[in-house]
Structure formats: C-alpha cells, structure tokens
C-alpha cells in the first residue's frame, strides 16, 4: 500500500444521524499523528463497511451457545428471519442503495444455487432442521454471500474508490462466469482454479485501488486486496464450522478449515466484485 497524498474527503453514509458521531471521532482522533489517526480511521471504516457480515457472525456464534432444541422456531429459520430483517433495516436507514440491493439479491440467489448443488454433491452440509429450506439448504444461507457484496459495495462507496488501468466489462464478466461455472463442472470435469487464478492476475494486474480513508487517499493492488479479504472470508468460514452451522464430511470432529477453501474465497470474491461493478461503475482515479 503506498502513494500518499491530501484528496477529496471520503464518501460517507447518508443520513444526519451519523454525522454527529464522525465529528466526535475526528475531534477524538485531531491530537494524533496524521498516519496513526488515518489507520484508525481505516479500521473503523472497514469495521462499518462490514456491518452486515459481522452481524451474521455474531448471530452464528450467539444462538449456537443459547438455543435450545424445543424452542418453537428453528435457529436456521430464525438465522433467516434476522438477516431480512438486518436487510430491511439497511435499506430503510440508507445504508444501502436500491441498487445495491438489487444486485446483492442477484447475488444471494447465484450463491443459493450453488449451495443446493454443493450440498447435493457432499461437498458439506446443514445438519439442523429448518423450514424455510431449499433442497436442504436453509435460506439464511444466501444472506452469508449477500454479506460479501454488501461489504463490497459498501466499502466502495465509503472509502470512495477509484479503479486506475481498470480492465474491459467484457473480460471481467467472461472471468467472473467461467469461475462460477467452474464451481459447478469441477465435479465433473478437470478443475480449471490454477488457471483461473492466473486469470485473475493477467487481467487484474495493472489495476489499483486508491481509497480515501478520511482526507487521505492510499492505493493498493486490487489482486492484494483480494487475496487480503480471502483471508478473512476464511477465518469467517472457521468460525462457521465451529459453530456448527455448516459442516464438511472430514469434520467429524472440528478442525481448522483446509487452506484451500482460501482459494475458493479468492475466486468467489472476483463474481461478487464484478457483480457489483455492474451497479457500482468503477471511476477513474480524478
């Protein structure tokens, strides 16, 4: 991550409620070093920007240590019923565009269908019951990938990111549906992930993102950050595991999910990306 340099104040939610709490942060933050008080401000961001997805988590993680097995609703269906309403609750306080969700709902049901294949693969499963299911697959899970684009989409706007050397939507659409595809015909046919992970790399390569953090603007290689936020995907993933929600076959007894999940995550995050490209045009940095 380098070049530093004074730019346009980063974007913001919209809203007046927030502002008193930025202006409290900053004042909180105004006797720092420069560098020391942009980092905070960068955790925090990232912190905000993940919202959804850390709500999820910590949905997991609290109804796995309290819910019991007779109570009158399922903890998959009550998984469910939390995220639309975490989903409702972002739109109605516009933390989310209509756009956003329009695309991040594309999003939840490409990600669905893929669960309902894996699971009828073997590639893992959902061992509770739960009513609000598909094939065996309970639909909160489709609110776990949401949480990827809303992170994604949320992180663009907040951070107002800037793409430099970005690459035709022509190849970055081509590149997204052969990973999916591959998802799928893996199963059948040779796995095609090492060169699709050097796909990603040729026609990613020269692309930066430069992102505000409050009034300094930072740049980062885009294949970085992916491989960064694959990271924490899969530490996530390890928390799910070990919650029980999900399981895979070799998990008789819990261990840390297999690294190679990582590079799952890695692919997967380039469909999320460039799904939300087609809402979120990627801009030039000024």
């Known amino acids: 991550m380098d070049q530093r340099y004074r730019g346009r104040p980063a974007a913001h939610e919209t809203g007046p409620y927030l502002e008193p709490l930025r202006r409290l942060i900053r004042g909180a933050l105004a006797p720092l070093p420069w560098w020391l008080s942009e980092f905070i401000l960068f955790g925090l961001k990232q912190a905000w920007a993940c919202l959804f997805a850390a709500i999820m988590l910590a949905l997991l993680l609290i109804t796995k240590a309290v819910w019991q097995e007779g109570w009158p609703v399922h903890r998959y269906d009550f998984l469910f019923l939390a995220a639309l309403t975490i989903q409702i609750l972002f739109l109605r306080f516009k933390m989310e565009s209509w756009d956003e969700a329009r695309v991040i709902l594309v999003y939840h049901v490409t990600g669905t269908v893929m669960e309902i294949f894996k699971v009828h693969m073997g590639s893992w499963a959902y061992p509770e019951t739960s009513f609000i299911q598909i094939g065996g697959v309970p639909l909160f899970s489709g609110f776990m990938y949401a949480a990827i684009g809303s992170f994604m989409a949320r992180t663009i706007r907040i951070f107002d990111m800037r793409f430099s050397h970005y690459p035709p939507m022509w190849?970055?659409?081509?590149?997204?549906?052969?990973?999916?595809?591959?998802?799928?015909?893996?199963?059948?046919?040779?796995?095609?992930?090492?060169?699709?992970?050097?796909?990603?790399?040729?026609?990613?390569?020269?692309?930066?993102i430069h992102f505000t953090t409050d009034s300094t603007t930072l740049r980062m290689p885009l294949?970085?950050?992916?491989?960064?936020?694959?990271?924490?995907?899969?530490?996530?993933?390890n928390i799910g595991t070990l919650t029980g929600t999900w399981i895979y076959p070799t998990q008789e007894t819990w261990h840390v999910v297999s690294f190679g999940k990582l590079g799952s995550w890695y692919l997967l995050l380039y469909v999320s990306f460039v799904l939300v490209t087609l809402v979120l045009k990627p801009r030039p940095p000024e």
């Open 171 to 208: 190849q970055t659409g081509l590149l997204a549906i052969a990973i999916y595809v591959n998802f799928f015909s893996h199963h059948f046919l040779p796995d095609i992930r090492y060169l699709l992970f050097a796909a990603t790399v040729i026609v990613f390569r020269r692309v930066n």
């Open 223 to 237: 294949v970085f950050a992916a491989f960064l936020s694959s990271a924490f995907l899969w530490l996530a993933e």
